[in-house]
């Protein structure tokens, strides 16, 4: 995974034990202050929350350990590869695009990072600029040139 990726990760897993865990272990302390837990919705709504909580914590804590962090910045070369921000054509629309290749858990699209395992990625791994790859996409084969590959 990329720095940024992993300090989103690292945020969002403090984020979770410091202002999520104990607001719904005092949420589940007041309901259980209301009494009988058994029809208590409060009590069981909190108890279902605490349990996604824990998971998503344990999920986190788990990517972190067996991550690879690469900081992007110090890669370089001509071919694509993880962590290389590539600008692309589309050789039908003459649309451009920049995507940078990231791990699956921090792709987003709308802000042009795109999962290694995407075919998009996977077309380009290995290709330097002037090339072009053919991707197949819903809408059939859409063929891209590389017009740049960065390192920021």
């Avoid at 992007?72 to 451009?96: I, P, R, Y």
Wanted: proline letters at 2%.
């Amino acid at each position: 995974m990329t720095v940024l990726g992993y300090q989103t990760l690292d945020e969002e897993l403090k984020r979770l034990k410091t202002v999520e865990r104990p607001a719904v272990i005092a949420a589940i302390a007041e309901a259980r202050s209301h009494g009988d837990l058994s029809e208590n919705a409060e009590y069981h709504a909190a108890k279902e929350r605490q349990g996604w909580i824990e998971g998503q914590i344990a999920e986190i804590e788990d990517k972190i350990a067996r991550a690879q962090v690469i900081d992007v910045t110090k890669l370089s070369g001509k071919q694509v590869k993880f962590g290389a921000t590539v600008s692309v054509v589309d050789e039908d629309t003459e649309e451009e695009a920049r995507y940078q290749i990231v791990g699956d858990h921090e792709a987003d699209v709308k802000s042009g990072r795109i999962s290694l395992s995407s075919p998009l990625s996977r077309a380009m791994i290995g290709k330097e600029v002037g090339e072009v790859v053919e991707v197949n996409t819903p809408g059939g084969v859409k063929a891209y040139e590389i017009l740049k590959v960065e390192w920021v």
